[in-house]
Protein backbone atom coordinates (compact mmCIF):
# COMPACT_ATOMS: atom_id res chain seq x y z
CA UNK A 1 0.00 0.00 0.00
CA UNK A 2 0.89 3.84 -0.77
CA UNK A 3 3.92 4.59 1.63
CA UNK A 4 2.94 1.66 3.82
CA UNK A 5 -0.02 3.98 5.52
CA UNK A 6 -2.35 1.26 4.55
CA UNK A 7 -1.20 -2.55 5.74
CA UNK A 8 -3.65 -5.41 4.48
CA UNK A 9 -3.36 -9.12 4.96
CA UNK A 10 -5.97 -11.69 4.02
CA UNK A 11 -5.70 -15.00 6.21
CA UNK A 12 -6.52 -18.65 5.17
CA UNK A 13 -10.13 -17.97 5.88
CA UNK A 14 -10.98 -15.17 4.07
CA UNK A 15 -10.91 -12.25 6.31
CA UNK A 16 -8.77 -8.78 5.10
CA UNK A 17 -7.29 -6.57 7.79
CA UNK A 18 -6.94 -3.19 6.90
CA UNK A 19 -4.85 -1.09 9.42
CA UNK A 20 -4.15 2.06 9.09
CA UNK A 21 -0.57 2.89 9.86
CA UNK A 22 0.14 6.27 10.78
CA UNK A 23 0.02 5.58 15.18
CA UNK A 24 2.00 8.63 15.64
CA UNK A 25 0.08 10.80 13.97
CA UNK A 26 -3.07 8.78 15.79
CA UNK A 27 -3.64 7.59 11.83
CA UNK A 28 -4.56 11.28 10.32
CA UNK A 29 -5.42 11.52 7.07
CA UNK A 30 -2.57 13.13 4.69
CA UNK A 31 -2.38 12.78 1.35
CA UNK A 32 -0.35 9.44 0.98
CA UNK A 33 -3.03 7.89 3.11
CA UNK A 34 -5.63 9.05 1.10
CA UNK A 35 -4.23 7.32 -1.92
CA UNK A 36 -3.55 3.97 0.30
CA UNK A 37 -7.50 4.28 1.41
CA UNK A 38 -8.11 4.10 -2.29
CA UNK A 39 -5.99 1.56 -3.67
CA UNK A 40 -7.09 -0.58 -0.82
CA UNK A 41 -10.42 -0.38 -1.83
CA UNK A 42 -9.86 -1.25 -5.08
CA UNK A 43 -7.91 -4.86 -4.11
CA UNK A 44 -10.43 -5.61 -1.98
CA UNK A 45 -13.27 -4.76 -4.80
CA UNK A 46 -11.78 -7.25 -7.31
CA UNK A 47 -10.25 -9.72 -4.42
CA UNK A 48 -12.88 -12.63 -4.64
CA UNK A 49 -11.48 -14.96 -1.71
CA UNK A 50 -12.39 -11.61 0.53
CA UNK A 51 -15.53 -12.83 2.60
CA UNK A 52 -14.92 -10.07 5.08
CA UNK A 53 -13.13 -6.96 6.11
CA UNK A 54 -11.78 -5.28 9.33
CA UNK A 55 -10.89 -2.33 9.13
CA UNK A 56 -8.74 -0.72 12.25
CA UNK A 57 -5.97 2.12 12.93
CA UNK A 58 -2.43 0.77 14.11
CA UNK A 59 -1.91 2.34 17.77
CA UNK A 60 -4.14 4.32 19.99
CA UNK A 61 -7.12 5.84 17.73
CA UNK A 62 -8.92 4.19 14.63
CA UNK A 63 -8.42 8.23 12.57
CA UNK A 64 -7.91 11.53 14.27
CA UNK A 65 -9.29 13.01 11.25
CA UNK A 66 -7.29 15.60 8.75
CA UNK A 67 -3.76 16.18 8.79
CA UNK A 68 -4.30 19.91 8.32
CA UNK A 69 -0.61 20.99 8.65
CA UNK A 70 0.29 18.07 5.96
CA UNK A 71 -2.63 18.47 3.73
CA UNK A 72 -2.26 22.61 4.27
CA UNK A 73 1.52 22.59 3.10
CA UNK A 74 1.45 22.12 -1.00
CA UNK A 75 -0.25 18.42 0.44
CA UNK A 76 -2.67 18.23 -1.94
CA UNK A 77 -5.99 19.66 -0.58
CA UNK A 78 -7.49 20.83 -3.44
CA UNK A 79 -6.89 17.29 -5.03
CA UNK A 80 -9.25 15.63 -2.62
CA UNK A 81 -12.27 17.65 -4.34
CA UNK A 82 -11.09 16.13 -7.83
CA UNK A 83 -13.55 13.46 -9.21
CA UNK A 84 -12.78 10.83 -11.97
CA UNK A 85 -15.75 10.84 -14.75
CA UNK A 86 -17.05 7.31 -13.79
CA UNK A 87 -17.47 8.25 -10.26
CA UNK A 88 -20.29 10.52 -8.30
CA UNK A 89 -17.68 10.82 -5.26
CA UNK A 90 -14.62 13.00 -5.09
CA UNK A 91 -11.35 11.71 -3.91
CA UNK A 92 -12.25 12.15 -0.27
CA UNK A 93 -15.71 11.13 -0.53
CA UNK A 94 -14.55 8.02 -1.89
CA UNK A 95 -12.45 6.71 1.20
CA UNK A 96 -15.97 6.86 2.86
CA UNK A 97 -18.29 5.28 -0.23
CA UNK A 98 -15.88 3.36 -1.34
CA UNK A 99 -16.75 0.93 1.12
CA UNK A 100 -19.87 0.44 -0.30
CA UNK A 101 -18.20 -1.45 -3.63
CA UNK A 102 -16.84 -4.33 -1.75
CA UNK A 103 -18.53 -6.82 -1.91
CA UNK A 104 -17.97 -8.60 1.44
CA UNK A 105 -18.57 -7.08 4.63
CA UNK A 106 -16.78 -4.31 6.28
CA UNK A 107 -16.55 -3.94 9.95
CA UNK A 108 -14.77 -1.09 11.82
CA UNK A 109 -13.38 -1.56 14.76
CA UNK A 110 -13.21 1.82 16.68
CA UNK A 111 -10.66 2.54 19.59
CA UNK A 112 -9.25 5.98 20.78
CA UNK A 113 -9.98 8.97 18.36
CA UNK A 114 -12.40 8.94 15.68
CA UNK A 115 -12.74 12.67 14.55
CA UNK A 116 -14.02 14.03 11.20
CA UNK A 117 -12.66 12.26 8.57
CA UNK A 118 -11.86 9.16 10.53
CA UNK A 119 -15.91 8.82 11.60
CA UNK A 120 -16.95 9.24 8.03
CA UNK A 121 -14.18 6.29 7.09
CA UNK A 122 -15.87 4.38 9.72
CA UNK A 123 -19.48 5.09 8.74
CA UNK A 124 -19.06 3.98 5.79
CA UNK A 125 -18.60 0.15 7.15
CA UNK A 126 -21.71 -2.43 7.30
CA UNK A 127 -20.51 -2.70 11.03
CA UNK A 128 -19.30 -0.79 13.63
CA UNK A 129 -17.90 -1.74 16.88
CA UNK A 130 -16.20 0.45 19.05
CA UNK A 131 -14.56 0.28 22.35
CA UNK A 132 -16.36 2.15 25.40
CA UNK A 133 -14.22 4.71 26.27
CA UNK A 134 -13.76 5.51 22.16
CA UNK A 135 -13.72 9.09 21.26
CA UNK A 136 -15.97 10.21 18.28
CA UNK A 137 -16.84 13.24 16.39
CA UNK A 138 -18.35 15.10 13.28
CA UNK A 139 -15.46 17.87 14.61
CA UNK A 140 -15.52 19.55 11.03
CA UNK A 141 -17.38 22.79 12.86
CA UNK A 142 -13.86 23.64 14.51
CA UNK A 143 -12.57 24.52 11.45
CA UNK A 144 -15.38 26.43 10.15
CA UNK A 145 -16.14 23.16 7.60
CA UNK A 146 -19.10 21.29 6.82
CA UNK A 147 -18.89 17.45 6.78
CA UNK A 148 -17.98 16.29 3.33
CA UNK A 149 -16.48 13.29 2.93
CA UNK A 150 -19.36 10.78 2.16
CA UNK A 151 -21.59 11.59 5.04
CA UNK A 152 -24.76 12.22 3.75
CA UNK A 153 -24.95 8.86 2.60
CA UNK A 154 -24.53 6.88 5.93
CA UNK A 155 -25.38 9.03 8.69
CA UNK A 156 -29.46 9.61 7.51
CA UNK A 157 -29.38 5.58 7.97
CA UNK A 158 -28.26 5.72 11.50
CA UNK A 159 -29.67 9.04 13.20
CA UNK A 160 -32.64 10.83 13.34
CA UNK A 161 -31.80 14.48 11.40
CA UNK A 162 -31.86 16.32 14.69
CA UNK A 163 -29.68 14.10 16.51
CA UNK A 164 -27.00 14.25 13.88
CA UNK A 165 -27.53 18.17 13.37
CA UNK A 166 -27.01 18.62 17.10
CA UNK A 167 -23.78 16.74 16.31
CA UNK A 168 -22.82 18.37 13.62
CA UNK A 169 -23.82 21.72 15.07
CA UNK A 170 -21.83 21.71 18.11
CA UNK A 171 -18.60 19.05 16.90
CA UNK A 172 -19.18 17.85 20.10
CA UNK A 173 -17.47 14.78 21.21
CA UNK A 174 -19.14 11.20 22.86
CA UNK A 175 -17.96 8.16 23.92
CA UNK A 176 -18.38 4.64 22.35
CA UNK A 177 -21.16 3.95 24.92
CA UNK A 178 -22.89 7.36 23.79
CA UNK A 179 -22.54 6.41 20.63
CA UNK A 180 -24.44 2.77 20.63
CA UNK A 181 -26.95 4.72 22.59
CA UNK A 182 -27.65 6.73 19.96
CA UNK A 183 -27.39 4.52 16.87
CA UNK A 184 -23.83 5.49 15.47
CA UNK A 185 -21.90 2.54 16.05
CA UNK A 186 -23.29 -1.06 16.12
CA UNK A 187 -22.11 -1.89 19.61
CA UNK A 188 -19.48 -0.60 21.89
CA UNK A 189 -17.51 -2.96 23.36
CA UNK A 190 -14.20 -3.71 25.38
CA UNK A 191 -11.81 -5.19 22.58
CA UNK A 192 -13.50 -3.97 19.35
CA UNK A 193 -10.37 -5.41 17.02
CA UNK A 194 -11.29 -9.16 18.58
CA UNK A 195 -15.08 -8.87 18.42
CA UNK A 196 -14.82 -7.36 14.86
CA UNK A 197 -12.19 -10.17 14.04
CA UNK A 198 -14.63 -13.07 15.75
CA UNK A 199 -17.55 -11.44 13.47
CA UNK A 200 -15.79 -11.96 10.57
CA UNK A 201 -14.79 -15.24 10.65
CA UNK A 202 -18.32 -16.14 11.37
CA UNK A 203 -19.47 -14.19 8.56
CA UNK A 204 -16.61 -16.10 6.46
CA UNK A 205 -18.14 -19.43 7.47
CA UNK A 206 -21.16 -18.67 5.34
CA UNK A 207 -21.77 -19.08 1.64
CA UNK A 208 -20.03 -15.92 0.34
CA UNK A 209 -22.48 -15.69 -2.17
CA UNK A 210 -25.76 -15.24 -0.03
CA UNK A 211 -23.62 -12.66 2.14
CA UNK A 212 -22.97 -10.72 -1.08
CA UNK A 213 -25.98 -10.82 -2.27
CA UNK A 214 -27.60 -9.40 1.71
CA UNK A 215 -25.37 -6.93 1.63
CA UNK A 216 -26.11 -5.72 -2.31
CA UNK A 217 -29.83 -5.82 -1.57
CA UNK A 218 -30.00 -3.75 1.74
CA UNK A 219 -27.27 -0.76 0.58
CA UNK A 220 -29.80 -0.57 -2.04
CA UNK A 221 -33.10 -0.58 -0.55
CA UNK A 222 -32.69 0.28 2.94
CA UNK A 223 -33.43 4.05 2.16
CA UNK A 224 -34.79 5.42 -0.69
CA UNK A 225 -35.86 2.65 -2.81
CA UNK A 226 -39.89 2.35 -3.93
CA UNK A 227 -41.08 -0.41 -2.31
CA UNK A 228 -41.84 -1.98 -5.94
CA UNK A 229 -38.10 -2.22 -6.55
CA UNK A 230 -37.39 -3.30 -3.62
CA UNK A 231 -39.45 -6.05 -3.73
CA UNK A 232 -38.32 -7.20 -7.46
CA UNK A 233 -34.90 -6.70 -6.05
CA UNK A 234 -35.32 -9.34 -3.26
CA UNK A 235 -36.60 -12.01 -5.73
CA UNK A 236 -34.10 -11.56 -8.42
CA UNK A 237 -31.34 -11.83 -5.94
CA UNK A 238 -33.17 -14.91 -4.53
CA UNK A 239 -33.24 -16.90 -7.69
CA UNK A 240 -29.80 -16.36 -8.63
CA UNK A 241 -29.15 -17.89 -5.49
CA UNK A 242 -31.33 -21.06 -5.18
CA UNK A 243 -29.86 -24.28 -6.55
CA UNK A 244 -26.42 -22.88 -6.96
CA UNK A 245 -23.57 -24.63 -5.70
CA UNK A 246 -23.37 -22.64 -2.53
CA UNK A 247 -26.71 -22.70 -1.72
CA UNK A 248 -26.79 -26.48 -1.98
CA UNK A 249 -23.69 -27.09 -0.08
CA UNK A 250 -25.34 -25.06 2.65
CA UNK A 251 -28.39 -27.19 2.29
CA UNK A 252 -26.34 -30.54 2.72
CA UNK A 253 -24.53 -29.32 5.65
CA UNK A 254 -27.21 -28.43 7.62
CA UNK A 255 -28.60 -31.78 6.57
CA UNK A 256 -25.76 -33.80 7.74
CA UNK A 257 -24.73 -31.85 10.31
CA UNK A 258 -21.49 -30.72 9.16
CA UNK A 259 -19.18 -27.67 8.28
CA UNK A 260 -20.15 -26.47 4.78
CA UNK A 261 -17.66 -26.04 2.15
CA UNK A 262 -18.06 -23.00 0.02
CA UNK A 263 -16.34 -21.98 -3.08
CA UNK A 264 -15.21 -18.43 -3.75
CA UNK A 265 -17.38 -16.63 -5.78
CA UNK A 266 -16.06 -16.16 -9.51
Known amino acids: MNEDRITL ?3 DAGVAQ ?11 LDGAMFDALLEVTSTLRDE ?29 ASSLLDRDDDSIANRAQRVSVDWAS ?7 AITGNCFGGGLQIALGADIRYSAPDARLSIMEIKWGLVPDMGITQAL ?10 ELTFTGRIVSGTEAQAMGLVTRAVSDPL ?24 YDRTWSGADSAAALRLESELQVGLM ?24
Open 48 to 76: RRVRAVVVHGAGKSFCSGLDITSLGQGGG
Open 18 to 28: VTLNRADKHNA
Open 9 to 11: SID
Open 156 to 165: PRLLPADVAK
Open 194 to 217: TVALELAHEIAAKSPHAIRAAKNL
Open 102 to 108: VPAPVIA
Open 243 to 266: GSPNQLEAVHAGMARHAPVFADPD
